[in-house]
């Protein structure tokens, strides 16, 4: 009886440890899956309790692809594998194997034939006009996700602040109005997991690279919805963020390396001040703080100092690239990021893809500031950033400060002057045709506030958008010159929902036929001139000739050797009569072209421009 009972002892103290011993399970492996054929070398983060302490090895063996090397990490729980694949390896799923002695692990990972082409696929250019979206406000085509069991945050819309229900099914049932309306690219705020507690709407506290916010949709549907876009002729621009993370990252309890975020000693901010990165006189704790402080308390700052981060983030870029089908990058808080590291990664996504464009978001009022982070920029220092296009903020603060400067008495360098000032410091800018120009975005006040719900304040900006150098951005219902419900409230309330986008909603203005009053007017304005500027090169690529007036009105011509295109903004608020004869060095020898909104000719001797309007004639050399 005795030897009974042991027995039963021993088996329930081994049933109990084994019981207590946690199951080995691979919870991640980054990059999803990978392409014959890439530049980019293959360095796959592997995420697993203890994973550490196992040896990796891939099969088949005779197939092209091999582990090179594998890395440890600070945690115990991460591996880094070194994956060479060779030119002409087989497509096909492939068998990494973890292997402690005692035990092995099986994990499957495909490594696919490369789509042809894609390596030269084109992007953005001075020739698109993007269409900025906020996906939780413009359209719930599946009300089925506005809430789900795996994110915190669930759809309050009575609440500006919270999610409303916004999604990808709604912007692709609405890809035909953005077409039609001229827009020949599509830049959607962030669609990847943002999975904080509170005004996780706006998606740029990232939860998990490599996973599109459940509340949006799928990997599958943005990959839909890119192949969709194509087909409506429309590019996709990826809106990414790798300056910082949510702290609701998966990894963030739980960092490869000690130094994968910045670290400090109690919570520090940045102090915005990236003007650091090109100041002489900068103290080097200043210039610290600006790239390694957080930006908020919620957003764990990246250090892109870390060789195994920066090479997890130059993959992560390439896969959303190479899996979606995508055709531009825009990337948030580009100078808060370390320099050196963010010119490599631009350096790295050119080399898989030469034509593919990448707009930064550099927030600044300084002309030589903004020149410093275009790419090729002559510095002083040395420094190449390789990112091909900046956001051009002077030229926006310049046509907003001109719309609220009306009339015929402004002050000296105000009004429409602000522009002309603004455009006579091109020579600064290495690369004038990558330059993304806008009078709004979703970080701003909406132009329509700006204008004061004035349509033709609004006309003028959407022509200054339409016929300046650079690619034109315009934010979703400008167009419709919406407004703020609560200007006094921020950045919720001019993150309006689009009417129309929402089942039970009163008005559809996603239906032209449903516009009325002023709005229907900067709509058909703003339709009719984007979809000209489409097919004119010399608006596209052709040089800028300004004329300068105090009177509170502007003049410019875009030419080249075939074609002329006239601009007359009249800022005030009496009629002006065209001084032709003032612009005979380029226009001597044209009199009669066409009106570009009316198709009507014109004679320019004696024309005459309507107070606070805008004339925009084309002519044939």
């Not at 700052?301 to 089908?325: C, H, R, T």
């Amino acid at each position: 009886m005795k030897r009974l009972f042991s027995v039963v002892m021993l088996l329930s103290v081994a049933i109990t440890a084994m019981a207590a011993k946690p199951k080995f399970e691979i919870k991640h492996v980054e990059p999803l899956s990978w392409w014959v054929g890439m530049n980019t070398p293959l360095q796959l983060m592997v995420n697993g309790d203890g994973i550490s302490a196992y040896n990796v090895d891939i099969t088949p063996k005779d197939k092209g692809v091999e582990v090179a090397k594998v890395h440890k990490a600070d945690s115990p729980n991460y591996l880094f594998v070194d994956v060479n694949i060779a030119a002409d390896a087989v497509p096909g799923t492939y068998t990494l194997i973890f292997s402690d002695g005692k035990r092995s692990y099986k994990y499957d990972y495909v490594i696919a034939e490369r789509v042809a082409g894609s390596k030269e696929r084109a992007s953005f250019t001075t020739a698109d006009m993007v269409y900025l979206i906020m996906p939780d406000r413009f359209a719930n085509g599946n009300p089925a996700n506005d809430s789900t069991d795996d994110t915190t945050e669930k759809a309050l819309r009575s609440n500006p602040g919270r999610r409303h229900g916004g999604d990808l099914q709604g912007m692709i049932d609405h890809l035909d109005y953005i077409a039609d309306l001229g827009a020949t690219a599509v830049w959607a705020t962030p669609l990847l997991l943002d999975n904080e507690n509170g005004a996780s709407y706006h998606g740029y506290s990232c939860s998990d690279y490599y996973l599109i916010d459940p509340r949006f949709g799928t990997n599958e549907l943005f990959k839909e919805y890119v192949e969709e876009c194509h087909k409506h002729d429309l590019k996709v621009i990826m809106d990414i963020v790798p300056n910082h993370s949510s702290i609701t990252h998966w990894w963030y309890n739980d960092q490869p390396f000690k130094d994968w975020t910045h670290q400090w000693n109690k919570y520090t901010q940045s102090n915005w001040t990236f003007s650091t990165n090109m100041d002489f006189n900068a103290s080097a704790a200043d210039l610290y703080q600006m790239e390694s402080g957080w930006f908020d308390r919620s957003m764990a700052d990246m250090n892109l100092d870390n060789p195994y981060l920066l090479s997890y983030f130059k993959q992560w870029a390439v896969w959303w690239i190479e899996y979606s089908g995508l055709d531009g990058f825009r990337v948030d808080t580009y100078p808060y990021n370390e320099k050196g590291p963010m010119s490599e990664w631009c350096k790295a996504i050119m080399a898989e893809y030469p034509n593919f464009n990448i707009v930064g978001e550099v927030w600044t009022s300084s002309i030589p500031q903004l020149a410093y982070w275009q790419g090729d920029n002559a510095n002083k220092d040395g420094f190449n950033s390789h990112l091909k296009s900046i956001m051009d903020f002077p030229l926006h603060d310049a046509m907003r400060a001109a719309m609220t400067e009306s009339g015929s008495r402004v002050e000296w360098g105000k009004g429409m002057t602000r522009v002309y000032d603004v455009l006579s410091h091109d020579f600064v800018y290495h690369d004038l045709q990558n330059m993304m120009i806008m009078a709004a975005n979703h970080d701003t006040d909406r132009i329509g506030d700006v204008c004061e719900g004035d349509s033709r304040k609004m006309k003028i900006v959407h022509t200054l958008l339409a016929t300046l150098r650079g690619m034109p951005q315009i934010l979703y219902g400008d167009e419709l010159m919406f407004r703020s419900t609560d200007r006094s409230k921020g950045h919720p309330t001019l993150r309006i929902d689009f009417p129309g986008g929402w089942a039970g909603d009163k008005q559809n203005l996603f239906d032209p036929s449903q516009h009325v009053g002023s709005q229907k007017d900067v709509y058909d304005y703003t339709r009719k001139i984007m979809n000209w500027r489409k097919s004119k090169d010399v608006i596209h690529n052709g040089k800028t000739m300004h004329f300068i007036d105090r009177d509170n009105t502007y003049a410019y011509f875009r030419y080249d050797d075939n074609d002329v295109v006239f601009v007359y903004i009249n800022n005030t608020d009496a009629e002006r009569e065209v001084p032709w004869t003032r612009y005979a060095e380029i226009a001597s020898d044209l009199t009669v072209g066409r009106n570009v909104i009316t198709d009507e000719d014109v004679n320019m001797q004696g024309v005459k421009v309507a107070p606070m309007s805008a004339l925009v004639v084309e002519f044939e050399r």
